[in-house]
Nanobody, 126 residues
Framework: QVQLVESGGGLVQTGGSLRLSCAAS????????MAWFLQSPGKERKFVAG????????HYADNVKGRFTISRDNAKNTLNLQMNNLKPEDTAVYYC???????????????????WGQGTQVTVSS
C-alpha cells in the first residue's frame, strides 16, 4: 500500500524559505510521476511542481518557476520541494501525490493522481 507523508510546512514571512519533504513507501517509485499540489480554502487543488522519478524530468507551474525546486532522494525514497522567496499567495495546504499507474509525462491534473499525503500547511505572512 502506497503511503505518502509530508513534513516541513510552517509559518514564514514574505521572502522567506521553506523545504517540504514527502516520505514515500509501499512500492517502487522509479519512472512514476510524483508531484506537489496546493489547495486554498474553498478552491480546487492546483499543480505546483512534478518530477518523473528516475528520468530527471521536472515541470513547474508558471507562478513558482525560479522560486521553487522539486527534487528527490532515491536512497531515502523522499520527494522534496524547496520554496524560496515565498509570497502571501503561496499560503495553502501542500500535498504530495503520485499516480497508481505509469504515465509518459508528468500529469498536471489532480484527477490523474490516486495516492495523496495528508497535507502540510504553509502560511506566508506579509
Amino acid at each position: 500500500q502506497v503511503q505518502l507523508v509530508e513534513s516541513g510546512g510552517g509559518l514564514v514571512q514574505t521572502g522567506g524559505s521553506l523545504r517540504l519533504s514527502c516520505a514515500a513507501s509501499g512500492r517502487t517509485f522509479t519512472n512514476y510521476a510524483m508531484a506537489w499540489f496546493l489547495q486554498s480554502p474553498g478552491k480546487e487543488r492546483k499543480f505546483v511542481a512534478g518530477i518523473k522519478w528516475g528520468v530527471e524530468s521536472t515541470h513547474y507551474a508558471d507562478n513558482v518557476k525560479g522560486r521553487f525546486t522539486i527534487s528527490r532522494d532515491n536512497a531515502k525514497n523522499t520527494l522534496n520541494l524547496q520554496m524560496n522567496n515565498l509570497k502571501p499567495e503561496d499560503t495553502a495546504v501542500y500535498y504530495c501525490a503520485t499516480p497508481s499507474y505509469y504515465t509518459l509525462n508528468i500529469p498536471l491534473s489532480a484527477a490523474e493522481y490516486n495516492h495523496w499525503g495528508q497535507g502540510t500547511q504553509v502560511t506566508v505572512s506579509s
